[in-house]
């Protein structure tokens, strides 16, 4: 009995949205970059298109010269990986629209975070019926962020990232970086005040959290959610190279937090005695003072 009523109220859900979807003329924009994922968004992005034109849907692709604005959409779907999906929210920082990202980057963390394991066919049918639901987002020194912050070991990695010419590719090539700067990295001293707790200390690495996962498959704050109005803050303090070394596979699945301290907020400041890496969902930058606050509820997306 439970499931037949189950079952006529989706069949209820998808007449409303086709309905819906005739009302609004709705017509999709795909928005991708040729360089994300070493050619992979290039790849995705011809799937989807190849898929909604067989289901009669109105779209245009973008390939790298992206639109002023998205005036003439009723969704926009972004193809790639983390960085993509914050170079859009950064350019349509006020886009109210329902979004979908694809997998198509390396890392692709934040995807991770609303589709898990999902594979192409799944997400696409998710991103076409399901309905949106608003999403934190966050703002760090006036650069708007999804996934989340690094300071310290994490923000000294991109920086190595973008200097190395790896052939590894996302959590491999992550990993590698990660494992030489293990023996050289030197922490900071990082004063960091929310409204309930201020430490100063020697700071290995800082995490302030929406998402739970970074570096394609590090679980740094597994318990962070991307709807709750709150960013998770994870202090790892200043550890010797064989803690280092035992932590690593730990933070790999998110069993590492009896090292950490831990506290959630809604604002966090960060401030250290000299110029320091960090990463914005892995877009690097170099500061002496970070002032980062939670955006509730700023974007809708698609899962």
């Given amino acids: 009995m439970q499931e037949a009523k189950k079952g006529v109220k989706r069949k209820i859900r998808n007449i409303l949205k086709k309905i819906a979807d005739i009302f ?4 999709i924009a795909i928005l991708y970059n040729s360089r994300a994922g070493k050619g992979r968004a290039i790849h995705v992005a011809k799937r989807l298109k190849l898929r909604l034109s067989e289901v009669q849907y109105k779209f245009d692709a973008f390939e790298d010269l992206w639109p002023e604005d998205l005036l003439t959409y009723t969704d926009a779907w972004i193809v790639g990986g983390d960085g993509t999906l914050n170079y859009f929210i950064n350019k349509y920082p006020d886009c109210r629209l329902p979004l979908a990202i694809f997998k198509g980057g390396t890392g692709n963390d934040f995807a991770w975070k609303l589709f898990g394991d999902k594979k192409f066919e799944n997400c696409f049918n998710v991103a076409l019926n399901a309905f949106p639901k608003k999403t934190d987002a966050g703002i760090c020194n006036g ?3 999804l996934n ?4 310290g070991f994490d923000g000294e990695i991109v920086k190595s990232m973008g200097r190395a010419k790896n052939l590894l590719k996302g959590y491999l090539a992550y990993l590698a970086v990660v494992i030489r700067k293990i023996f050289s990295y030197r922490e900071s001293e990082l004063e960091i005040k929310t409204g309930d707790v201020h430490w100063k200390e020697k700071t290995f690495m800082l995490t302030i959290a929406n998402g739970s996962r970074y570096g394609g498959g590090f679980l740094v704050a597994p318990h962070a959610e991307v ?3 709150l960013l998770d803050i994870v202090l790892i303090p200043r550890i010797s190279i064989l803690q280092r070394l035992n932590l690593l596979p730990g933070a790999g699945k998110g069993k590492h937090l009896h090292v950490t301290q831990n506290t959630r907020s809604q604002s966090v400041m960060v401030s250290a ?3 320091v890496c960090a990463h914005v969902d892995g877009e690097l930058v170099e500061a002496e003072n ?3 606050t939670v955006l509730p ?3 809708l997306f698609r899962y």
Wanted: charged letters at 30%.
């Fill in 24 to 27: 609004l003329n709705r017509t």
């Fill in 143 to 145: 650069k708007y962020f």
């Fill in 227 to 229: 709807d709750d109005g």
């Fill in 290 to 292: 970070f002032e980062i």
């Fill in 297 to 299: 509820q700023k974007f």
């Fill in 273 to 275: 005695n000299r110029n």
């Fill in 148 to 151: 989340g912050v690094g300071i």
